[in-house]
């Protein structure tokens, strides 16, 4: 199959002064290549110089195998359609009218749309969710329903190639998921090629075919999701700790204090979610075990807690883990257990209960909290 869009030894910038150094990728139908990277790594402006709004500083885009320099207005206009983060202001438009612009390309001089290409802006407003503000003045309203129309204009453009900057800003969660679910399907039904940006990292590994990573003035490294958020990467190209940020979930966290645990929580299975984030909300220091290097609590107590004891998932924990654990226990002022069942791979957190009891250590959640705050 063909590259429905392919850059070759791209390089683009401003006035002459390169930002970013040959990119060289390639988007096929149906699929999804997202760039990633930190504020003013490049991204805005590598999507800029293929759509032509910046004339690339060398090298050269091609649609469907053709050089773009070599194509007409009206042919870039029915091969790529774009939504950037530049703000339009049409006067005295509605938002069904704006969508309408799109088709365009299609038209003749007079640019008359025909009932067949007003189906398409209807079809394209209502797969993104827009039908309730179709008939309303686009300066009018808000920058989340001008996003979402925007995309529609886009998509009722109906070309091969789509390309989005930053789709998901001014975006609420509802509609975020939507968007990228719109696009996702776009590209699976129209077999569209979309190319587009994103900052958050979590969506950016659920909705994509492939990701390339822009930093330091060029692509570092292009891959699936998998290979992507494998490792350590992202952390040294966003330039952050390596346990503020966890490759697996997709999730951020804020950075674990350091010093002597207050409180040691015996968890699993999810059950100390949420009071990992009370702790490090209250500013508590915390150990965690013992826990299955698959549970779900492992991955948060790793990134917010001074110490976590972790065995392997689905095998009972080593005795020297045992005894760190207790170790822990005796350093702590208080001990919380949210696990209520102790399954046979866990047995020894049921022990590890009935030792902080011994101690008189076996707080409830609330009840450790407030001796911790109390003492400071």
């Not at 030894?9 to 699929?31: F, I, N, P, S």
């Not at 008939?135 to 390309?163: E, H, W, Y």
Request: proline share 3%.
């Amino acid at each position: 199959m063909s590259s429905s869009l392919e850059t070759r030894h791209l390089q683009v910038g401003y006035e002459k002064t390169a930002v970013v150094d040959d990119v060289t990728l390639e988007v096929k139908a149906g699929e999804v290549l997202t760039l990633i990277g930190a504020n003013g790594s490049g991204k805005s402006t590598i999507l800029k110089s293929i759509t032509g709004q910046l004339a690339p500083l060398g090298g050269a885009v091609y649609l469907d195998g053709r050089e773009s320099t070599h194509l007409k207005e009206h042919e870039i206009a029915r091969s790529l359609s774009m939504v950037m983060t530049d703000r339009i202001h049409p006067e005295y438009m509605t938002c069904r009218d704006v969508v309408s612009t799109g088709r365009y390309p299609y038209t003749g001089r007079l640019g008359i749309l025909q009932q067949a290409d007003w189906d398409e802006v209807d079809r394209a407003i209502h797969l993104v969710h827009a039908d309730d503000v179709a008939g309303r003045n686009f300066m009018k309203v808000s920058d989340g329903q001008r996003q979402r129309i925007m995309l529609a204009r886009a998509i009722c453009q109906s070309t091969p190639v789509l390309l989005l900057d930053e789709p998901t800003s001014y975006l609420d969660m509802k509609y975020k998921l939507d968007i990228l679910t719109s696009i996702r399907k776009m590209a699976r039904e129209r077999h569209t090629a979309v190319i587009m940006s994103l900052h958050e990292l979590d969506l950016a590994q659920k909705v994509s075919d492939r990701i390339a990573c822009v930093g330091g003035g060029r692509i570092r490294k292009v891959g699936t999701p998998e290979e992507i958020f494998r490792g350590s990467f992202l952390q040294e190209l966003f330039d952050i700790d390596e346990k503020s940020f966890n490759t697996k979930l997709g999730t951020m966290y804020l950075p674990a204090g350091t010093g002597k645990p207050q409180i040691f929580v015996i968890a699993g299975g999810g059950s100390a979610v949420d009071l990992f984030y009370r702790l490090q909300r209250e500013n508590i220091l915390f150990a965690a075990g013992i826990l299955g290097d698959n549970d779900i609590d492992c991955a948060v107590a790793q990134s917010c807690a001074v110490q976590t004891v972790v065995r392997r998932g689905f095998f009972p924990a080593e005795e020297a883990q045992i005894e760190r654990a207790r170790q822990l226990i005796d350093l702590c002022r208080a001990v919380i257990c949210t696990a209520e069942e102790f399954g046979p791979y866990n047995e020894e957190n049921r022990r590890l209960r009935e030792y902080a009891a011994a101690q008189g250590k076996l707080k409830s959640e609330t009840q450790a909290i407030q001796e911790v705050l109390h003492e400071c």
